[in-house]
C-alpha cells in the first residue's frame, strides 16, 4: 500500500484549531442565551406578559381628484365607527347595554356581531358599529369615561360630489379582493380599500400614497405606556382630470332620465383629452364608500338597463351610417373612387340578386362624394362598397381604430368587431356572404363598435389622420400619436360632407345640429333594432324595438379643438335624438347660449 | 455489511435528533399561521433521509470526479434562475421546473464545495500559494457573484464560510491571513457604501443602535428577545409560548424557530440543541481528522463549515448579537431545500466516513 504524505498532520492540527474556535463561539452564543434567559429572564417575562407592544396602522388619507379647471371631483369625508375592544370591559354585557342605548339599536344585534368575532384575540379591537352621527360620538365621548373599552375610529370615505353624473369615468373602492392582494405584491392588505373601476381604480397606487404605522406599549389594560415608534403615512397623490366638469354635467343631464340610455364621450382631438365621458343610467357611487345594503345591490345588478356598465366603452354597437365616413375615406384613399364619381340612386340597387334599399324610397339621383356623406346615400355607399369588398374595408376600419380598444386610462374596454371571411370561418363556421359586404357598406351587418371607439375615428378625421390616445387624465404622459397612412385629400373631401350635413339646406342635421357661432361637421346614424317590414310608426314603437341613434362630430370645421359622439340607445332617429345632444354640448364648450334645454 | 457498522453515530444521531426537534417546534411555529408546516416539513425529513443514505452509498472520489460536472450544472442553474427564475420575497432564487420549485442556489453551493475540495486536494502542499487561492477565490466567487445579483445576498454569503473553511485547512500564511482580514475590513466598508440597499443598511444599523428603526428590523430583534427571554430557565411549555409576541415575526417557523423553541423550552432547551450542534460539529471534525486522504479532510471541512456558520449566525442573530438576516438553523428551520441540502451534506460526510479503511 502506497502511502501519501499529503500534510496529513498539518491539516489534521488545523482541523482541530478550528473546531475549537467554532466551539468557543457557540459556548459564547450559549452564554448570551443564558443571560438574555436567566439575567434577564423576568424583565422579558414580564413584558412578555403584561406589557405588549401593538401596531396601529395610521391611514394615508387618498388623493383629491379635480377637473381640469381645479374645480373638486372627489373628496374625503370623515365617518365615525364605534370598536370595542373586550378585554378593556369589565363585564361585557354592561358594556353592551350601554352601546345599544346609545345606538338605540336592540342589544341582541350588538352580541349577535360580536359573536362574530370570537375567534379574533380578545385585545384586538372589533368592529361594532359604523356612520355614527355626531350626537352618538359625543355620547361615547362623554360618557364613554366609564367604558374604556370603546373607541370611536375615524375614517374616510369618498364622497363624490357629482355623483351620478361622474360614476362612469371616476368608479369607486372597495375592499381589496384575495386575488388583488395576491397581485399587488404585498401593497395592499387585507381589508384595504382599494380602487374598483374607473379612474380610482387606474390610478389606485398614486392615489393610495403608503399607510403609516405606530408601535405603542400597552399594558395589561391596554392603557398607553409609550410610543416606541412611528412612521408616518405618505399621503395620495391628488389628480388632475382632463374632464371639463361643465361638460360632463351637460352631457349627463341630457342623458338624464327614464329610457334616456346611451353614452356621450367629449374629446380633444389633438391630444386626445377626454373632456366629457358619460354613461346612462348611472348609479350613485356614494352608496359604495360604506358598505352596501343587500337591496341596493340587488337593485343595481337585475336593473334590465344595467347602470354600472359604462357604455362609451363596455357596449358595442353597429355603427349605423357613421362608418360612411371609413368608407367614404376608403374609397377615396384606394382611389376606387374620386371626388368627382357619381352613382344614380334610385331608392334601391339589386346586388347579387337581392334589392338593398336607400333610407330615401325616393332616391337621391345622381350623388358625388360630397353628397353621399351629406344626403347620407344608402346607394352610393353599396356601390362603392361591392367595388372595394371587404378586405380592403375591414383594413381602414381597423386603421380608424375599430376592432382594438382605444387604450384609455379606465380599465374594461371592449374589442367591437371589424368582420372579414377570415372572421367567418373562425367565429361563424360559415363563409362570409357577398350580401354581407353590402350591408357593412353602410355599417349595417356584423360591424361592431363602442361610442369611444367612434369618438376616436372622428378626432382622426378631425385631425387630419393622427390615431391619438383617449386619456381622462390631464399631463398624460404619451407618446406622439401615430400618423395614420389615409390621403390627406380625402380626408378633406370626407370634412366637407361632414360639414354639410349640419350647415347646408338638405344635410341630415341641418335642422337639429346647426348652432349660429361655430361651425360643427358631423354624421349622424341610426340602427334598426328590428327589421324595416315590421316598422309602423318610430313614435309609437316599444322603447326596445326603437332604432339606435349615433351622431359623431366635431368643431369648429376648421381647425377642430372638439369632437363630440353621442349615442342613444333605443333613442330613434340619430339626427332627431343624439343631434341635439351634441349641438348642447358645443353650446356649452364654445359659450355660446342656444336656449335649448333637455326634453324632459 | 462492514461499512455500515463503522458509521458514526455522533453525527447521524445529533442530526436525526435536532430533526425531530425541529418538526415538533415547526408544528407549534405554525400554530398561528394559517398552515401546518408540520406535514410538509415531515416530507421533507423523509426525502432528506433517502438522500442522506443515497449520496453516502456514493463514493466521495465519484463525486469528487464529477465535480467538474456538478459545478457547470450548478453555475448553469444559477443563470436559468436569473433569466426564468420565479421571484419570491424579492429576489429570484427559486427555479419553477413543472410543479416544483427550488433553489438553486442550495444545489450549487454543494457541487461548488466538491469542485474546490478537488482542486485543494490536487494540491500537495504544506501551505497555499497566492495563485492556488486567487484560483479557489474564483471558482467560489462565480457562482456566489450570481448568487448576489439575484439578488439574495444572505445565499452569497453562504459561500464565504465554505472558502474560508476550506482555505484555513488547506493552509494559509499567518502573514497572508493578517493581510486578508485587513483587505476584507476595506472591502465591507466599500460595499457598506457603495454595494448595499438601504434596507440591508438599515438591517445593520438597526444592530448597532436598535432604537433607530423600531417598525422595522429593531422591532423584530425585540420581539425575539422577549420571546428568548420570556422562556427563562425551563420555559413557558410546549405550544404554550405567548404567540402573541411571535405573531409579530415574520419568519417563525422559519429563520426564528430558535426563539419559539427558546420561549417554549427555556434556556435548558437551546442548551440542548446548541450541545447537539456541538455534538454534530465535533464528530464531522472526528472525521474529517481520521479521513483517509487530503480529499476526504477537505471536503468534510467545507460541507461542516457552512453548517457552522449558520448555526453560530442564526443563534447570534436569535439573540440580538449579531443583525437579522435570512439565515436559517439547519435540520431545525422549515425549509425544503435546505433540509434536503443538510441530510445529502451528512450523507456524504458519513461516505468519507465509511470509506476511511478502503483502498480505491
Same mark, same amino acid.
Given at each position: 500500500m502506497q502511502v501519501v504524505r499529503e500534510h496529513r498532520d498539518d491539516l489534521v492540527s488545523r482541523v482541530r484549531v478550528l473546531t475549537t474556535l467554532v466551539t468557543g463561539v457557540l459556548v459564547a452564543i450559549a452564554t448570551g442565551f443564558w443571560f438574555v434567559q436567566l439575567v434577564q429572564g423576568d424583565y422579558y417575562r414580564e413584558l412578555a406578559e403584561n406589557n405588549r407592544l401593538r401596531k396601529l396602522p395610521i391611514k394615508a388619507p387618498r388623493g383629491l381628484i379635480y377637473d381640469r379647471k381645479g374645480r373638486l371631483l372627489v373628496e374625503n369625508v370623515p365617518s365615525y365607527n364605534l370598536t370595542i375592544d373586550?378585554?378593556?370591559?369589565?363585564?361585557l354585557e354592561d358594556s353592551l347595554e350601554f352601546a345599544s342605548g346609545v345606538l338605540g339599536r336592540p342589544i341582541e344585534d350588538l352580541r349577535k356581531i360580536l359573536e362574530g368575532y370570537q #375567534?379574533?384575540?380578545?385585545f384586538k379591537p372589533v368592529l361594532l358599529a359604523e356612520n355614527l352621527t355626531l350626537s352618538e360620538v359625543a355620547r361615547i365621548g362623554v360618557e364613554g369615561l366609564r367604558f374604556p373599552e370603546f373607541e370611536v375610529e375615524v375614517q374616510h370615505l369618498r364622497l363624490y360630489r357629482h355623483r351620478e353624473q361622474t360614476a362612469h369615468l371616476l368608479g369607486y373602492l372597495g375592499e381589496a379582493s384575495q386575488a388583488e392582494i395576491e397581485e399587488a405584491n404585498g401593497s395592499y392588505q387585507p381589508g384595504d380599500m382599494v380602487g374598483k373601476k374607473g379612474i380610482e381604480q387606474t390610478y389606485d397606487a398614486k392615489l393610495r400614497g403608503a399607510d403609516g404605522e405606530r408601535v405603542v406599549v400597552v399594558d395589561s389594560r391596554g392603557e398607553l405606556l409609550e410610543e416606541y415608534g412611528k412612521k408616518p403615512a405618505v399621503p395620495g397623490r391628488n389628480l388632475t382630470l382632463a374632464i371639463d366638469l361643465e361638460l360632463q354635467q351637460e352631457a349627463a343631464r341630457w342623458l338624464d #332620465?327614464?329610457?334616456?340610455v346611451g353614452a356621450v364621450v367629449a374629446m380633444?382631438?389633438?391630444?386626445?383629452?377626454?373632456l366629457a365621458l358619460v354613461s346612462s343610467p348611472s348609479y350613485n357611487p356614494n352608496l359604495f364608500a360604506r358598505r352596501l345594503q343587500k337591496g341596493e345591490w340587488k337593485a343595481l345588478i337585475e336593473d334590465p338597463n344595467h347602470p354600472l356598465q359604462n357604455r362609451a366603452i363596455q357596449n358595442t354597437y353597429s355603427p349605423g351610417s357613421t362608418f360612411k365616413i371609413i368608407m367614404e375615406t376608403a374609397g377615396l384613399t384606394e382611389g376606387t373612387f374620386d371626388d368627382h364619381t357619381t352613382v344614380g340612386c334610385a331608392g334601391a340597387k339589386s346586388f347579387y340578386g337581392r334589392p338593398f334599399r336607400c333610407w330615401r324610397a325616393g332616391g337621391h339621383g345622381s350623388v358625388n362624394a360630397h353628397l353621399a356623406l351629406k344626403l347620407s346615400c344608402d346607394v352610393y355607399f353599396y356601390t362603392l362598397g361591392q367595388k372595394m369588398g371587404i378586405e380592403k374595408i375591414a383594413r381602414y376600419a381597423r386603421l380608424f381604430g375599430f376592432g382594438s380598444p382605444t387604450g384609455i386610462d379606465i380599465q374594461g374596454e371592449k374589442h367591437g368587431l371589424v368582420p372579414d371571411p377570415e372572421w367567418s370561418e373562425k367565429a361563424r363556421k360559415q363563409p362570409w356572404y357577398p350580401g354581407e359586404t353590402i350591408s357593412v357598406s353602410i355599417g349595417q351587418g356584423p360591424v361592431l363598435v363602442t361610442p369611444l371607439q367612434m369618438a376616436e375615428m372622428t378626432a382622426l378625421v378631425a385631425n387630419g389622420g393622427y390615431k391619438v390616445v383617449p386619456h381622462l387624465i390631464k399631463n398624460a404622459d404619451l407618446p406622439p400619436p401615430e400618423h395614420v397612412p389615409i390621403d390627406e385629400n380625402a380626408l378633406r373631401t370626407v370634412r366637407g360632407g361632414m360639414w354639410a350635413v349640419v350647415n347646408e339646406p338638405g344635410g341630415t342635421a341641418y335642422g337639429s345640429a346647426r348652432l349660429p357661432g361655430v361651425e360643427i361637421a358631423g354624421k349622424s346614424g341610426t340602427v334598426q333594432v328590428i327589421a324595416y317590414a315590421q316598422r309602423l310608426n318610430t313614435h309609437n314603437l316599444p322603447f326596445k324595438y326603437r332604432d339606435h341613434a349615433w351622431f359623431t362630430s366635431f368643431a369648429p370645421?376648421?381647425?377642430?379643438?372638439l369632437v363630440v359622439t353621442v349615442f342613444a340607445e333605443h333613442g330613434g332617429g340619430g339626427s332627431r335624438v343624439a343631434a341635439p345632444i351634441a349641438q348642447a354640448i358645443y353650446a356649452k364648450y364654445f359659450g355660446i347660449d342656444h336656449g335649448k334645454s333637455p326634453p324632459p | 455489511m462492514r461499512l455500515l457498522s463503522s458509521i458514526d453515530g455522533g453525527l447521524i444521531l445529533s442530526a436525526l435528533l435536532l430533526a425531530a426537534i425541529g418538526l415538533a417546534t415547526v408544528h407549534s411555529a405554525s400554530s398561528e399561521l394559517p398552515v401546518d408546516y408540520f406535514p410538509r416539513q415531515a416530507a421533507w425529513v423523509a426525502i432528506g433521509l433517502v438522500l442522506l443514505v443515497i449520496s453516502m452509498s456514493f463514493d466521495y472520489h465519484v463525486l469528487l470526479d464529477l465535480s467538474v460536472v456538478l459545478y457547470v450544472l450548478g453555475l448553469v442553474s444559477l443563470v436559468a434562475v436569473l433569466v426564468f427564475g420565479v421571484v419570491r420575497g424579492g429576489a429570484a432564487n427559486w427555479l419553477q421546473i413543472g410543479p416544483w420549485q427550488f433553489q438553486p442556489s442550495e444545489f450549487a453551493k454543494l457541487a461548488t464545495g466538491l469542485f474546490l475540495a478537488r482542486y485543494l486536494a490536487s494540491l500537495n502542499m504544506r501551505v497555499l500559494e497566492i495563485r492556488q487561492i486567487l484560483i479557489s477565490v474564483v471558482i467560489v466567487g462565480v457562482p456566489m457573484v450570481l448568487v448576489a445579483v439575484e439578488p439574495d445576498k444572505g445565499g452569497a454569503a453562504m459561500y464565504a464560510p465554505l472558502l474560508a473553511g476550506m482555505l484555513l485547512v488547506a493552509g494559509l500564511r499567518m502573514r497572508l491571513l493578517v493581510t486578508a482580514i485587513l483587505v476584507a475590513l476595506a472591502l465591507g466598508s466599500g460595499i457598506w457604501m457603495f454595494g448595499m440597499r438601504g434596507y440591508q443598511r438599515q438591517r445593520v444599523l438597526t444592530y448597532l443602535a436598535p432604537e433607530t428603526d423600531p417598525l422595522g428590523a429593531g422591532y423584530q430583534v425585540r420581539q425575539s428577545k422577549i420571546a428568548v427571554g420570556s422562556g427563562k430557565l425551563l420555559g413557558q411549555g410546549y405550544m404554550r409560548g405567548t404567540q402573541s409576541q411571535l405573531r409579530f415575526l415574520p419568519a417563525r417557523h422559519t429563520d426564528f424557530i430558535l426563539a419559539v423553541l427558546a420561549e417554549e423550552w427555556g434556556f435548558l432547551g437551546v442548551a440542548a440543541v446548541l450541545g447537539l450542534y456541538a455534538v454534530y460539529i465535533s464528530s464531522a471534525a472526528r472525521i474529517a481528522i481520521r479521513a483517509r486522504d487530503r480529499a476526504g479532510i477537505l471536503l468534510v471541512v467545507g460541507l461542516v463549515s457552512i453548517v457552522c456558520f449558520h448555526v453560530l449566525y442564526n443563534s447570534a442573530m436569535v439573540v440580538g448579537f449579531v443583525p437579522i438576516t435570512g439565515i436559517p438553523l439547519p435540520f431545525?428551520?422549515?425549509?425544503g431545500s435546505f433540509t434536503m441540502i443538510n441530510f445529502i451534506s451528512t450523507g456524504i460526510i458519513l461516505g468519507v466516513d465509511i470509506r476511511r479503511y478502503v483502498n480505491r
Open positions: 373586550r378585554s378593556r370591559s369589565d363585564r #375567534g379574533i384575540p380578545q #332620465g327614464p329610457e334616456k380633444d382631438p389633438r391630444n386626445g383629452e377626454i370645421a376648421e381647425n377642430p379643438r | 431545525l428551520s422549515y425549509g
